[in-house]
């Protein structure tokens, strides 16, 4: 038995649809652009007319915008504007001292001036001079104050209720530091005017010659001392006098059955600052030891 034959394939059906040509495409774009900006200038015409010819109601109410930029003027208006005021500062507000106007000189009133000033500077000068003198004179210390001041202290040293300098001053003073020397220590302020022995200074002598008396035929050293207002020299020479004149009139009473020493140390030791007048009082002293013989 033999096979059936097979029956042919059916050919393939043909598109319809021609193929796609670019120039037809760009063509077919072409036409409906110009066909749809011409339907819409037609469209816009129509609404022009139709406006022209059915005009809408006119409203009463302005324009949104315009409502808004009105409310906001209004707003604006309402708002009270707040003053500023600007702080001044203390330089700014108090007021410019005046400047002192100088009254313009001539040639001869300037030269009647300047003679003038050179004769109170003279006058000055000579005054403090003898301010100077006046309180060597009354036992004031030097002063660097001003010429009124150092006249009202010379003054009131010269009141008879002031007590003097050499008042104040105790007839004795301690005993020198060293304990094993026997001795006495007097002021010079109360003992001298310069290297001259005052007429009162015998009483405090007397004191010392009753002590002395205790110790006959002793070694009798009598020291002076001075504070630095003195150059060295010069505090040597006087303290040296002063312890002489010392010896003298303890010799003149007790006799010569003593040894008698006369030393001026000057400046060379004190026993306190020379920063007051106080301490230079207290420097200027006359000591006298008394070395018993053996």
């Not at 003038?116 to 004031?140: H, M, N, Y």
Request: net charge neutral; proline share 12%.
């Amino acid at each position: 038995m033999t096979p059936a034959p097979t029956p042919p394939s059916p050919p393939p059906k043909r598109s319809d649809r021609p193929a796609d040509n670019p120039l037809r495409s760009l063509l077919v774009l072409i036409f409906r652009l110009l066909l749809l900006g011409v339907g819409g200038t037609i469209a816009g015409l129509l609404g022009i007319l139709a406006a022209q010819l059915y005009p809408a109601p006119r409203s009463e109410e302005p324009p949104l915008l315009e409502q808004f930029l009105q409310r906001t003027n209004d707003l604006r208006g309402t708002l009270e504007p707040v003053p500023v005021t600007e702080a001044s500062s203390p330089a700014a507000s108090a007021p410019p001292l005046p400047t002192p106007a100088l009254r313009p000189l001539n040639p001869t009133e300037r030269q009647q001036v300047q003679t003038e000033v050179a004769a109170l500077q003279t006058q000055l000068a000579s005054l403090g001079d003898r301010t100077t003198a006046l309180e060597t004179r009354v036992g004031l210390p030097r002063s660097t104050a001003g010429i009124e001041s150092r006249l009202q202290a010379i003054a009131q040293q010269l009141q008879p209720a002031a007590a003097s300098p050499t008042a104040a001053v105790p007839a004795v003073l301690p005993p020198a530091p060293d304990p094993d020397r026997l001795g006495v220590t007097l002021p010079i302020d109360a003992l001298f005017t310069g290297e001259s022995l005052r007429s009162e200074s015998q009483i405090l002598l007397n004191t010392v010659i009753g002590e002395l008396q205790r110790y006959p035929n002793s070694a009798i050293l009598v020291a002076a001392h001075s504070d630095a207002a003195d150059n060295a020299a010069q505090a040597r020479a006087r303290s040296f006098a002063q312890a002489q004149a010392i010896v003298r009139s303890l010799e003149a009473t007790l006799g010569d059955s003593y040894h008698w020493v006369a030393v001026g140390y000057g400046q060379t030791q004190p026993i306190a600052p020379n920063d007051t007048a106080a301490n230079r009082q207290r420097n200027r002293r006359i000591e006298i030891g008394i070395f018993p013989r053996e």
